[in-house]
């Protein structure tokens, strides 16, 4: 009796519905897809029960010829690809030709097209797979898929979606996708007869207002850097920021939205000494590059991909995020006021402390003044560097700071608040700074500067001899140059044991087993490591910590401006070292609203 047969062509392409079209909003993903393949410049969309009763996309693309209706909803056809080069190469967002029959073989699918060239326009029907004939029907040009019941054959996959609002949801993110890669393309939706969402071809950062929200927009950081063979361009949110970010992590490669542990990982790299807890990132940004240097056919959902070149991919987007978010106080205004900071002119005291480096440590207070009680405040006049102690209730210098010139974000020093905090006024209104997160942020950046411990070694006076597992062994078959650029020097001495003579000289006295394991690790996943990097921040850090102006320490008011002119030029700037917020600024307008002034 024979055990192994042939599958029928419907329990086929119902398993790979399976694979493919798990809840309305694969099916509304591989359908929006298309209708962008075929050049649509609008789509219409509208959905009934989250997408579970019925969901249909409408678009003003090529269209579909009559005698090709059948072979559009067959298993394998499809006119993205011909040859195995072109798969290597595919540019378009569907190339398989499974979408189309998966759907078909699990709900009742109608498809109506017309082209330009046709005088009327035709109509297919599939119900569970079942192949009607195509019929004359009135249409616009363009194509029309309509999708009822979702599952209706298959109750077992059909109980395994969510309540209406969940696929809902769902269904609303894969637009928001399609909608963030194609801002040039008109969407709109209709969910149970009511009008959603209606989003004009527009520029990219009108869409990502749309989508994300204009707030969302005005609190990220804008990110483009064009490598040549490859680019970046797009936002992303600065840590902290009061925005929500509402999940945001939007990647794009070659236009297809896609997750990416190499990509993801070196964004988190890029700003791991600037969140704070374990706060996410979150941005929209899309990278473009030779489609034969990334592999898209490795998810049945197309929702990943793999790059050629993992380890340059990764230093590529984590040094344009860094370059990004390398912002001193003003994150678009710092970094070209940089070179005018030393030499400016404001006032004479000014000018000398902005002439030289930040000084530290500081100079001591006078015995004479009670800089250990909270409730004291020190009153600074910007023309002299003498200072009044006034306890009980605080009471402005009669005398006034000069306007701060527009290059000066941070403005000039007018108090030090219970020898924590600096008070400067600047042009938008009043700057609160926490100086000791703001010194050591100046601190650790120097130190890092000045450090070139990646790469410089230190030999073990015996060598480490560990065992490894097989993964760890191949590990270090395959990175042994990018080992050595570490630090390591590292080689198989048997079939399980590694060899370990030498250590990046900045860590050699942490534990060398463990932080080989930890590197090894990171080269299998990702093909590169920022397990030494970060071990070497984390220890810098410290140091900057310690070497930072501590709380309670009286300030002159010539100090606190270099202070300020250093966190200017100074980049990230914004946050501390563990990701904490250095400043922060209450504008004129939200003094006066505060004061109710105006009203």
Known sequence: MRTIRTLPDHLVNQIAAGEVI??????????????????ARAIDIEL???????????????G??????????????????VTLDDLESVAS?????????????????????????????????IEGGALGSVEPTAAREGTTISVAELFFNTPARRRFLKSEATEYAHCLEAIRRCALTRHDVAFQLKHNGRAVLRWPAQSWSARVADVLSADWLGAAQPVAVDGGAISIEGWVLKPNSAVSPRDAQHLFVNGRWVRDKVVLHAIRDALRDQMHGGAAPSFVLKISLDPRGVDVNVHPAKTEVRF???????????????????????????????????????????SAAVQQAFVYPLRQPSPSFAVNERSTAYFFSPQSSESEVINGAPLASSQTAPLPASEFPLGFAVAQLHGVYILSQSAAGLVLVDMHAAHERIVFEKLRSQSSAIGATQRLLIPSVLNGSEKEMATVEAHRDNLLRLGFDVSTTGPKTLALRSVPSLLADAAPEALLRSVLAELDELGVSATIETQRDELLSTMACHAAVRANRLLSVAEMNALLREMEATERSGQCNHGRPTWYQLTLKELDALFMRGR
């Open 48 to 62: 009934q029960a989250g997408g579970t009763a019925l969901l249909q996309v409408s678009d003003d693309g090529r």
């Open 64 to 81: 579909i010829a009559a005698d090709e209706l059948p072979l559009a909803v067959a298993r394998h056809a499809t006119s993205k690809i």
């Open 93 to 125: 967002f569907g190339f398989r030709g499974e979408a189309l029959a998966s759907i078909a073989s699990v709900s009742r699918l109608a498809v109506v097209s017309r082209t330009a060239t046709a005088s009327n326009a035709s109509r297919l029907q």
């Open 22 to 39: 798990e809840r309305p909003a694969a099916a509304l993903k591989e359908i929006l897809e298309n209708s962008l393949d075929a050049g």
């Open 308 to 350: 050629r070149d993992s380890q340059a991919v990764h230093q590529f987007v984590r040094r344009a995020v860094e370059r990004a978010m390398a912002g001193g106080a003003s994150a678009d205004a710092a970094v070209s006021a940089a070179p005018k900071l030393f030499g400016a002119t404001a006032s004479d005291e000014t």
